[in-house]
């Protein structure tokens, strides 16, 4: 997502006239090479968190804590959490 977010901020500089990649003309091959660079990147690293499983884990982590959450929740509800469930021995 960074280099979305650069590529994107380099466009806009651009076009605003800002900074050094206002000099540079998106119509030859080195402009484009130079704004293009960034999407690249972001390209070849979302094809790398995919291949390798990055993406996947941390869907399948996020789903986990849910669970967990939803879990805590749900006791909690029921009065069997570890506060209900201490101060009840506390009364007999």
Do not use: C, N
Not at 29 to 39: C, D, M
């Amino acid at each position: 997502m960074a280099f979305i977010v650069i590529g994107v901020l380099m466009l806009l500089l651009h076009f605003a006239g800002l900074g050094p990649t206002a000099a540079w003309d998106p119509l030859s091959v080195t402009g484009f090479a130079k704004f293009s660079v960034p999407f690249l990147l972001a390209l070849a690293w979302w094809a790398w968190a995919d291949g390798t499983g990055l993406t996947k884990r941390r869907e399948m982590d996020r789903e986990v804590e849910k669970q967990k959450e939803r879990r805590k929740r749900h006791i909690e509800a029921m009065g069997l959490g570890p506060d209900q469930r201490s101060s009840s021995f506390r009364r007999r």
